[in-house]
């Protein structure tokens, strides 16, 4: 169990949010998440 847990922590921040999003698209958490990951996916749109 302890092994699972290291590998899920290795898991990029990019995955995190598609993976939740997929999984609970109704979680704050996840709109949050969605949010700053949209930001981060597309820096040279934003102004």
């Avoid at 997929?22 to 958490?29: A, H, L, M, T, Y």
Wanted: hydrophobic residues 30%; glycine residues 2%; proline residues 13%.
């Amino acid at each position: 169990d302890n092994q699972n847990y290291g590998s899920s922590a290795v898991i990029p921040e990019e995955v995190i949010p598609e993976l939740n999003y997929s999984e609970e698209p109704s979680s704050p958490i996840t709109l949050e998440m969605r949010s700053f990951a949209d930001v981060n996916i597309s820096p040279n749109s934003s102004p």
